[in-house]
């Protein structure tokens, strides 16, 4: 039987305002989202079930250091990198979270692992990683995670004393959204 469907994906939270936006990071961003929609195309192409295109996309967006999501994500206010991720089964609502994960490198694995190899839906850390590891979920040293531009937004934040959402600027700046649509192929089987 065949099947239609649809992929939706986003960058995350924050705005990215035109005068920020060069033309070269406009192209990197294009670039890694239209990779992340043809990594979960291609599985829901080949048949596979709708759980592991949403892992295999958010794994793309999670080792990108362009998104505020694993290799990418924002230090905290001491200078580490805490990750949270979910995945939601919708066919019987199972679900499995973690928070807080400082080391992993896809956090999204370790909330489906959560999901299906557990009797819980959320694990904090440092129980979380250790439940990666005993699963040998891949984990990176602290380094992995850093990015200039990441570090360069914790030195102003504490510089300003204040809290930044990702890519915000002064609260005076105008702000616009820029979005992208990127049309792929929709039919295929999915399970």
Request: no cysteine; hydrophobic share 40%; proline share 5%.
């Amino acid at each position: 039987m065949e099947s239609t469907f649809a992929l939706a994906i986003h960058g995350g939270a924050g705005t990215i305002s035109r005068d920020q936006m060069t033309p070269e990071k406009e192209q990197a961003y294009h670039a890694a989202l239209r990779q992340v929609l043809e990594v979960g195309h291609e599985v829901l192409r080949q048949g596979g079930a709708a759980l592991d295109a949403v892992e295999a996309a958010v794994r793309v967006l999670e080792d990108s250091p362009l998104f505020n999501a694993g290799r990418g994500a924002v230090f905290t206010h001491d200078g580490r990198h805490e990750m949270d991720a979910a995945i939601m089964d919708g066919r019987d609502r199972s679900a499995g979270a973690v928070a807080g994960v400082r080391n992993l490198q896809n956090p999204i694995s370790a909330a489906r692992m959560i999901m299906e190899k557990s009797d819980h839906v959320l694990l904090a850390w440092p129980g979380a990683e250790e439940f990666a590891r005993e699963h040998n979920l891949p984990t990176q040293p602290d380094e992995y995670f850093f990015t200039q531009h990441r570090h360069d937004q914790l030195q102003e934040a504490l510089e300003s004393g204040g809290i930044h959402l990702d890519h915000s600027e002064s609260k005076k700046a105008p702000r616009r959204k820029w979005e992208l649509w990127v049309p792929l192929p929709v039919t295929g089987m999915a399970t």
